[in-house]
Protein backbone atom coordinates (compact mmCIF):
# COMPACT_ATOMS: atom_id res chain seq x y z
CA UNK A 1 0.00 0.00 0.00
CA UNK A 2 1.33 3.57 -0.75
CA UNK A 3 0.20 7.19 0.11
CA UNK A 4 -0.21 10.02 -2.45
CA UNK A 5 -0.94 13.08 -2.43
CA UNK A 6 -3.35 14.56 -5.13
CA UNK A 7 -3.91 18.08 -4.44
CA UNK A 8 -3.37 21.09 -1.88
CA UNK A 9 -5.66 24.14 -1.26
CA UNK A 10 -5.77 27.21 0.42
CA UNK A 11 -9.78 27.62 1.30
CA UNK A 12 -11.16 30.90 1.28
CA UNK A 13 -12.25 30.78 4.67
CA UNK A 14 -11.88 27.99 7.88
CA UNK A 15 -13.97 24.95 6.80
CA UNK A 16 -14.13 23.32 10.43
CA UNK A 17 -15.22 23.59 13.59
CA UNK A 18 -18.76 22.20 16.06
CA UNK A 19 -21.70 21.34 13.80
CA UNK A 20 -19.95 22.11 10.35
CA UNK A 21 -20.46 19.37 8.19
CA UNK A 22 -17.39 17.72 6.98
CA UNK A 23 -16.68 17.17 3.31
CA UNK A 24 -19.77 15.34 1.27
CA UNK A 25 -19.10 13.61 -2.05
CA UNK A 26 -21.84 13.80 -4.47
CA UNK A 27 -23.77 10.28 -4.64
CA UNK A 28 -24.54 11.53 -8.40
CA UNK A 29 -21.05 12.71 -9.49
CA UNK A 30 -17.75 11.41 -7.35
CA UNK A 31 -15.62 13.73 -9.35
CA UNK A 32 -17.50 16.79 -7.08
CA UNK A 33 -18.08 16.85 -3.19
CA UNK A 34 -19.34 19.91 -1.23
CA UNK A 35 -17.31 21.49 2.21
CA UNK A 36 -19.21 24.39 4.22
CA UNK A 37 -17.32 27.27 5.70
CA UNK A 38 -17.09 27.48 9.03
CA UNK A 39 -15.92 28.43 12.72
CA UNK A 40 -13.64 31.70 12.03
CA UNK A 41 -15.69 33.21 9.21
CA UNK A 42 -17.55 36.56 8.79
CA UNK A 43 -21.41 35.79 8.81
CA UNK A 44 -21.48 37.74 5.94
CA UNK A 45 -18.61 35.52 3.89
CA UNK A 46 -19.79 31.89 4.65
CA UNK A 47 -20.93 30.01 1.70
CA UNK A 48 -21.28 26.20 0.69
CA UNK A 49 -18.75 25.51 -1.90
CA UNK A 50 -19.07 22.58 -4.81
CA UNK A 51 -15.33 21.38 -5.32
CA UNK A 52 -13.24 19.12 -7.74
CA UNK A 53 -11.88 15.80 -6.13
CA UNK A 54 -9.96 15.31 -8.88
CA UNK A 55 -8.40 18.77 -8.45
CA UNK A 56 -9.62 20.83 -5.59
CA UNK A 57 -11.12 23.48 -8.31
CA UNK A 58 -14.03 25.38 -6.45
CA UNK A 59 -16.89 24.68 -8.81
CA UNK A 60 -19.92 26.56 -7.67
CA UNK A 61 -20.94 28.01 -4.25
CA UNK A 62 -23.88 29.70 -2.29
CA UNK A 63 -23.94 32.72 0.08
CA UNK A 64 -25.33 30.89 3.19
CA UNK A 65 -24.33 33.52 5.76
CA UNK A 66 -24.22 30.25 8.15
CA UNK A 67 -22.57 27.15 8.40
CA UNK A 68 -23.84 24.59 6.72
CA UNK A 69 -24.78 21.03 9.35
CA UNK A 70 -25.66 18.95 6.55
CA UNK A 71 -26.94 18.43 3.30
CA UNK A 72 -29.34 15.86 1.47
CA UNK A 73 -28.46 15.20 -2.54
CA UNK A 74 -31.18 14.42 -5.02
CA UNK A 75 -30.51 13.76 -8.92
CA UNK A 76 -31.69 17.29 -9.71
CA UNK A 77 -31.47 19.01 -6.46
CA UNK A 78 -30.05 19.22 -2.69
CA UNK A 79 -31.21 20.78 0.14
CA UNK A 80 -28.77 22.56 2.63
CA UNK A 81 -29.84 22.66 6.20
CA UNK A 82 -28.22 25.15 8.40
CA UNK A 83 -28.46 26.39 11.76
CA UNK A 84 -32.07 27.87 11.25
CA UNK A 85 -32.66 27.42 7.83
CA UNK A 86 -32.90 25.34 5.08
CA UNK A 87 -31.95 26.29 1.56
CA UNK A 88 -33.24 24.00 -1.81
CA UNK A 89 -30.47 24.48 -4.13
CA UNK A 90 -30.08 23.45 -8.11
CA UNK A 91 -27.65 20.44 -7.30
CA UNK A 92 -25.86 21.75 -10.98
CA UNK A 93 -24.85 25.22 -10.14
CA UNK A 94 -25.99 25.53 -6.45
CA UNK A 95 -28.27 28.47 -7.45
CA UNK A 96 -31.25 28.74 -5.13
CA UNK A 97 -34.91 27.57 -5.54
CA UNK A 98 -36.45 28.33 -2.19
CA UNK A 99 -35.15 28.87 1.31
CA UNK A 100 -37.51 28.09 4.50
CA UNK A 101 -37.64 30.16 7.57
CA UNK A 102 -40.80 29.05 8.64
CA UNK A 103 -40.91 26.62 11.75
CA UNK A 104 -37.70 24.74 10.50
CA UNK A 105 -36.10 22.68 13.29
CA UNK A 106 -33.09 24.46 14.79
CA UNK A 107 -29.31 22.36 14.75
CA UNK A 108 -29.79 19.71 12.54
CA UNK A 109 -27.15 17.09 11.83
CA UNK A 110 -29.28 14.12 9.61
CA UNK A 111 -31.58 14.45 7.03
CA UNK A 112 -33.55 12.03 5.05
CA UNK A 113 -36.09 13.03 1.97
CA UNK A 114 -39.15 11.17 0.81
CA UNK A 115 -38.71 12.40 -3.18
CA UNK A 116 -41.57 14.38 -2.46
CA UNK A 117 -42.52 17.22 0.14
CA UNK A 118 -41.27 15.69 3.29
CA UNK A 119 -37.35 15.90 5.10
CA UNK A 120 -37.03 13.87 7.98
CA UNK A 121 -34.70 15.92 9.85
CA UNK A 122 -32.58 15.19 13.70
CA UNK A 123 -29.61 16.58 16.09
CA UNK A 124 -27.20 13.82 17.08
CA UNK A 125 -28.71 14.27 20.41
CA UNK A 126 -31.67 16.16 20.35
CA UNK A 127 -33.96 13.22 21.25
CA UNK A 128 -36.46 13.93 18.74
CA UNK A 129 -37.07 12.77 14.89
CA UNK A 130 -38.11 16.03 12.98
CA UNK A 131 -40.96 15.39 10.26
CA UNK A 132 -40.88 18.56 8.18
CA UNK A 133 -43.48 19.54 5.26
CA UNK A 134 -41.88 21.11 2.92
CA UNK A 135 -45.62 22.84 1.47
CA UNK A 136 -46.97 23.81 4.98
CA UNK A 137 -43.75 24.57 6.64
CA UNK A 138 -45.30 22.47 9.63
CA UNK A 139 -42.96 20.18 11.80
CA UNK A 140 -44.13 16.74 13.62
CA UNK A 141 -42.13 15.49 16.11
CA UNK A 142 -41.40 11.76 17.62
CA UNK A 143 -39.28 11.17 20.49
CA UNK A 144 -35.97 9.16 19.40
CA UNK A 145 -33.50 9.62 21.76
CA UNK A 146 -30.09 10.33 19.93
CA UNK A 147 -29.46 9.77 16.02
CA UNK A 148 -26.67 8.35 14.57
CA UNK A 149 -28.14 8.17 10.93
CA UNK A 150 -31.54 8.02 8.30
CA UNK A 151 -31.72 6.50 5.39
CA UNK A 152 -34.41 6.44 2.77
CA UNK A 153 -36.08 2.65 2.44
CA UNK A 154 -38.87 3.66 -0.27
CA UNK A 155 -41.14 6.88 -0.22
CA UNK A 156 -43.04 5.43 2.73
CA UNK A 157 -40.24 4.24 4.77
CA UNK A 158 -36.75 5.42 6.89
CA UNK A 159 -34.26 3.77 8.83
CA UNK A 160 -33.49 5.26 11.88
CA UNK A 161 -30.49 4.57 14.11
CA UNK A 162 -30.67 5.77 17.47
CA UNK A 163 -27.15 4.55 18.89
CA UNK A 164 -28.70 1.36 20.68
CA UNK A 165 -31.35 0.13 18.11
CA UNK A 166 -32.33 -0.03 14.87
CA UNK A 167 -35.97 1.94 14.07
CA UNK A 168 -38.01 2.00 10.87
CA UNK A 169 -40.25 4.88 10.61
CA UNK A 170 -43.70 4.80 8.69
CA UNK A 171 -43.87 8.30 7.06
CA UNK A 172 -47.76 7.30 6.57
CA UNK A 173 -48.57 5.94 9.86
CA UNK A 174 -46.30 8.82 11.54
CA UNK A 175 -45.22 5.39 13.40
CA UNK A 176 -41.64 4.09 14.82
CA UNK A 177 -40.71 0.45 15.32
CA UNK A 178 -38.10 -1.37 16.62
CA UNK A 179 -36.50 -3.57 14.78
CA UNK A 180 -33.54 -4.71 16.46
CA UNK A 181 -31.75 -3.85 19.57
CA UNK A 182 -27.92 -3.55 19.35
CA UNK A 183 -25.06 -3.20 21.51
CA UNK A 184 -24.42 0.56 22.04
CA UNK A 185 -22.88 2.80 18.90
CA UNK A 186 -21.84 6.11 18.27
CA UNK A 187 -21.25 5.88 14.30
CA UNK A 188 -23.08 4.10 11.66
CA UNK A 189 -22.95 2.93 8.21
CA UNK A 190 -25.29 0.80 5.74
CA UNK A 191 -23.62 -0.58 2.51
CA UNK A 192 -24.64 -1.20 -0.97
CA UNK A 193 -25.91 -4.47 -0.18
CA UNK A 194 -28.15 -3.49 2.73
CA UNK A 195 -25.73 -4.69 5.62
CA UNK A 196 -25.50 -2.36 8.83
CA UNK A 197 -22.05 -1.45 10.02
CA UNK A 198 -22.20 -0.05 13.70
CA UNK A 199 -18.95 1.45 15.35
CA UNK A 200 -19.10 0.49 19.23
CA UNK A 201 -16.39 1.38 22.02
CA UNK A 202 -16.04 -0.32 25.31
CA UNK A 203 -14.22 -3.37 27.29
CA UNK A 204 -13.54 -6.22 24.69
CA UNK A 205 -12.39 -9.81 25.38
CA UNK A 206 -9.34 -9.57 28.03
CA UNK A 207 -10.94 -6.27 29.59
CA UNK A 208 -9.40 -3.57 27.51
CA UNK A 209 -10.75 -0.40 25.93
CA UNK A 210 -10.90 -0.27 22.38
CA UNK A 211 -13.30 -0.22 19.69
CA UNK A 212 -15.31 -3.58 17.77
CA UNK A 213 -17.50 -3.04 14.21
CA UNK A 214 -20.58 -5.47 14.66
CA UNK A 215 -22.03 -5.28 11.07
CA UNK A 216 -25.52 -7.01 10.58
CA UNK A 217 -26.62 -8.69 7.69
CA UNK A 218 -29.96 -6.72 7.24
CA UNK A 219 -31.64 -3.74 8.88
CA UNK A 220 -34.02 -6.45 10.30
CA UNK A 221 -31.06 -7.34 12.59
CA UNK A 222 -29.71 -10.82 12.58
CA UNK A 223 -26.95 -12.82 13.63
CA UNK A 224 -24.54 -10.23 13.66
CA UNK A 225 -20.89 -10.35 12.86
CA UNK A 226 -18.23 -8.97 15.68
CA UNK A 227 -15.03 -7.57 14.42
CA UNK A 228 -12.31 -6.26 17.30
CA UNK A 229 -10.41 -3.29 16.20
CA UNK A 230 -7.88 -3.75 18.80
CA UNK A 231 -7.38 0.26 18.40
CA UNK A 232 -10.06 3.12 19.68
CA UNK A 233 -11.73 4.41 16.68
CA UNK A 234 -13.53 7.79 15.86
CA UNK A 235 -14.85 7.62 12.59
CA UNK A 236 -14.66 5.34 9.47
CA UNK A 237 -15.50 4.66 6.01
CA UNK A 238 -16.71 1.77 4.15
CA UNK A 239 -14.91 0.53 0.43
CA UNK A 240 -17.49 0.08 -2.08
CA UNK A 241 -17.10 -3.71 -2.56
CA UNK A 242 -17.13 -3.70 1.88
CA UNK A 243 -14.39 -5.51 1.61
CA UNK A 244 -12.20 -2.51 3.07
CA UNK A 245 -12.37 -0.73 6.43
CA UNK A 246 -10.78 2.84 6.37
CA UNK A 247 -10.81 3.47 10.52
CA UNK A 248 -9.91 7.42 11.77
CA UNK A 249 -8.44 8.50 15.44
CA UNK A 250 -7.27 11.71 15.11
CA UNK A 251 -4.11 12.08 12.71
CA UNK A 252 -4.28 8.58 12.26
CA UNK A 253 -5.54 5.87 9.45
CA UNK A 254 -5.81 2.29 9.32
CA UNK A 255 -6.94 0.05 6.26
CA UNK A 256 -8.25 -3.18 7.47
CA UNK A 257 -9.16 -6.19 5.33
CA UNK A 258 -12.59 -7.75 6.39
CA UNK A 259 -12.17 -10.63 4.43
CA UNK A 260 -8.77 -11.40 5.68
CA UNK A 261 -9.65 -9.84 9.38
CA UNK A 262 -6.52 -7.66 9.96
CA UNK A 263 -5.44 -4.37 9.53
CA UNK A 264 -2.95 -4.20 6.41
CA UNK A 265 -1.95 -0.61 6.48
CA UNK A 266 -1.54 2.57 8.75
CA UNK A 267 -0.38 6.26 8.32
CA UNK A 268 0.13 9.02 11.00
CA UNK A 269 0.33 12.60 9.24
CA UNK A 270 1.76 15.19 10.88
CA UNK A 271 0.43 18.41 11.39
CA UNK A 272 -2.35 17.80 10.01
CA UNK A 273 -5.84 17.83 11.46
CA UNK A 274 -9.26 16.86 10.55
CA UNK A 275 -12.39 17.96 11.35
CA UNK A 276 -14.07 17.05 14.58
CA UNK A 277 -13.55 13.38 14.16
CA UNK A 278 -10.54 13.38 12.70
CA UNK A 279 -9.26 12.54 9.26
CA UNK A 280 -12.29 12.39 6.80
CA UNK A 281 -12.58 9.86 4.06
CA UNK A 282 -15.10 9.30 0.80
CA UNK A 283 -14.34 5.84 -0.12
CA UNK A 284 -10.67 5.32 -0.93
CA UNK A 285 -10.23 9.49 -1.05
CA UNK A 286 -8.54 11.10 2.52
CA UNK A 287 -9.26 14.34 3.07
CA UNK A 288 -6.21 16.25 5.81
CA UNK A 289 -7.06 19.91 6.88
CA UNK A 290 -4.69 21.94 8.27
CA UNK A 291 -6.53 24.22 10.05
CA UNK A 292 -3.85 27.36 10.93
CA UNK A 293 -3.57 27.76 7.29
CA UNK A 294 -6.67 26.51 5.91
CA UNK A 295 -5.48 24.20 3.68
CA UNK A 296 -7.15 21.23 2.60
CA UNK A 297 -5.41 18.02 0.99
CA UNK A 298 -7.19 15.35 -0.89
CA UNK A 299 -4.66 11.99 -0.57
CA UNK A 300 -5.41 8.67 -2.01
CA UNK A 301 -4.36 4.67 -1.11
CA UNK A 302 -2.31 2.96 -3.74
CA UNK A 303 -2.68 -0.84 -3.86
CA UNK A 304 0.60 -1.32 -5.21
CA UNK A 305 -0.03 -5.16 -5.66
CA UNK A 306 -3.18 -3.96 -8.26
Given at each position: ?????????????????????P?????????????????????????????S???G??????????????????KD?M??V??????????????V????????P????????????????M?????????????T???????????C??????????L????????????????????????????????????L???????V?????????????S??G?????I??????????L???????F???D???????????????????E??????????????T??T?????????????V??A?
Amino acid sequence: MELYKKWSIHMKNNISGGGVMPPVLDPFDPAVFYVSDGWGSYYSSMRLRKLSAETGEELASVLTRDCTRCVHIEKDRMFAVLNKRILELDRSDLSVRRAYKKGVPQYMDYAGFNGGDTLLLMNWNGGFLNVFDLNTENTRKKKVDTCCGIWKENENSFLVLNGSAILRYDLAENKLIKLADSEPFTKCMLGPSGQLYLLCKGPVEGGEISSQLVIYPSASGGTPRKIILEELIQNFALSQDETRLFLIRDNNIWLYSIPEERMIFHNEFEGEFAFEDGLYMLHETIFTYRWSEKKLTCWKIVDQAL
